[in-house]
């Protein structure tokens, strides 16, 4: 029986007792959930529609623009355009919390709400993992192998092992390699970095940026962020399943992902929510779940210029 119903005797023989209880029912604190708010939801997909989406893309195109000139008499030139596709097949997602009429009967506390309020905040933190994932599968990795060296690996598996932490130079030339390189589409008027803490105290600890700040916002030190460096939004997260805090060597690299725009797309047959479960054993047996049917998948799968959407900072 839970704690909020137990009863303990007052005396060997007597009356019985039942200590206090507050008024005030605290709750665990949760991790912070970041990625979700950057999956687009797939229009034109929902119920009945099947177990999968198919994403169709264009992919630029193949020929150069060195010179649009023609001459008279000349026919125009032809270019061809390539479509492919990628298909986000949902699956089902869901937890149950069971309880009893026994403790709903006697609790000061109602289970049901108890309830719910967990199911809710583990809903939040599994969607985020999985947003995350997708990012995560990226093909361009950034490792920092050097205070002022970086490798990138673009067949989606890093083969370096990251020795230092990210700084103000790695920042740098990944916010160079997706704009000139790869040509990543801002989201908005920048780039967005959500990074783990570990992260984004590597940045916090470079001379390089705590001087710049000095002049520019001295303020975002007293408050703890990182604010905007190099056209980059920087976002930082605890949870600590969806961004790792110690990669490479010795666990010395804090791992984030940068990206632009239609970088990750959530397919949604059905919303996750709450549902209460069918009593059973004459109504004693109850519980509350979440659930819903969705998949979250990365738009383009590759490392190529004008495709590739997302840098992921990690290590072999």
Same mark, same amino acid.
């Given at each position: 029986? +839970?704690?909020?119903?137990?009863?303990?005797?007052?005396?060997?023989?007597?009356?019985?007792?039942?200590?206090?209880?507050?008024?005030?029912?605290?709750?665990?604190?949760?991790?912070?959930?970041?990625?979700?708010?950057?999956?687009?939801?797939?229009?034109?997909?929902?119920?009945?529609?099947?177990?999968?989406?198919?994403?169709?893309? $264009?992919?630029?195109?193949?020929? @150069?623009?060195?010179?649009?000139?023609?001459?008279?008499?000349?026919?125009?030139?032809?270019?061809?355009?390539?479509?492919?596709?990628?298909?986000?097949?949902?699956?089902?997602? @869901?937890?149950?919390?069971?309880?009893?009429? $026994?403790?709903?009967?006697?609790?000061? #506390? +109602?289970?049901?709400?108890?309830?719910?309020?967990?199911?809710?905040?583990?809903?939040?933190?599994?969607?985020?993992?999985?947003?995350?994932?997708?990012?995560?599968?990226?093909?361009?990795?950034?490792?920092?192998?050097?205070?002022?060296?970086?490798?990138?690996?673009?067949?989606?598996?890093?083969?370096?092992?990251?020795?230092?932490?990210?700084?103000?130079?790695?920042?740098?030339?990944?916010?160079?390699?997706?704009?000139?390189?790869?040509?990543?589409?801002?989201?908005?008027?920048?780039?967005?970095?959500?990074?783990?803490?570990?992260?984004?105290?590597?940045?916090?600890?470079?001379?390089?940026?705590?001087?710049?700040?000095?002049?520019?916002?001295?303020?975002?030190?007293?408050?703890?962020?990182?604010?905007?460096?190099?056209?980059?939004?920087?976002?930082?997260?605890?949870?600590?399943?969806?961004?790792?805090?110690?990669?490479?060597?010795?666990?010395?690299?804090?791992?984030?992902?940068? #990206?632009?725009?239609?970088?990750?797309?959530?397919?949604?047959?059905?919303?996750?929510?709450?549902?209460?479960?069918?009593?059973?054993? #004459?109504?004693?047996?109850?519980?509350?779940?979440?659930?819903?049917?969705?998949? #979250? @998948?990365?738009?383009?799968?590759?490392?190529?210029?004008?495709?590739?959407?997302?840098?992921?900072?990690?290590?072999?």
């Amino acid at each position: 029986m +839970s704690q909020g119903n137990s009863w303990a005797y007052d005396a060997p023989s007597g009356t019985y007792k039942n200590s206090a209880l507050s008024s005030d029912l605290r709750i665990a604190a949760i991790a912070m959930a970041k990625f979700m708010q950057f999956a687009s939801p797939e229009a034109g997909y929902g119920k009945k529609k099947g177990e999968s989406i198919t994403i169709t893309r $264009l992919a630029d195109s193949p020929t @150069g623009l060195s010179n649009g000139r023609i001459s008279e008499g000349r026919r125009i030139p032809e270019d061809n355009i390539t479509l492919t596709t990628i298909a986000i097949t949902v699956s089902e997602w @869901g937890r149950a919390i069971p309880y009893t009429s $026994l403790a709903e009967d006697l609790g000061k #506390f +109602s289970p049901s709400n108890m309830i719910q309020k967990k199911l809710r905040d583990q809903m939040k933190l599994t969607m985020d993992i999985g947003a995350a994932d997708a990012f995560k599968t990226a093909k361009v990795k950034a490792i920092p192998d050097g205070a002022a060296s970086l490798v990138f690996d673009t067949d989606g598996t890093p083969s370096t092992v990251a020795t230092v932490n990210l700084n103000v130079f790695h920042i740098e030339r990944i916010r160079d390699y997706m704009f000139s390189t790869l040509r990543v589409p801002m989201l908005g008027d920048s780039y967005v970095c959500i990074a783990s803490t570990k992260a984004i105290r590597g940045i916090k600890d470079d001379s390089t940026w705590e001087e710049w700040h000095k002049y520019v916002d001295p303020s975002v030190k007293f408050n703890g962020e990182v604010g905007r460096l190099e056209g980059i939004r920087f976002i930082e997260t605890n949870h600590l399943q969806a961004l790792s805090q110690s990669l490479g060597a010795a666990g010395i690299l804090g791992e984030a992902v940068f #990206f632009g725009e239609d970088a990750v797309a959530m397919a949604v047959a059905q919303d996750p929510e709450l549902r209460a479960g069918i009593p059973g054993d #004459f109504g004693r047996q109850k519980a509350v779940a979440w659930y819903g049917i969705l998949e #979250f @998948g990365i738009v383009w799968d590759t490392a190529n210029a004008g495709e590739a959407k997302i840098v992921h900072l990690t290590s072999q």
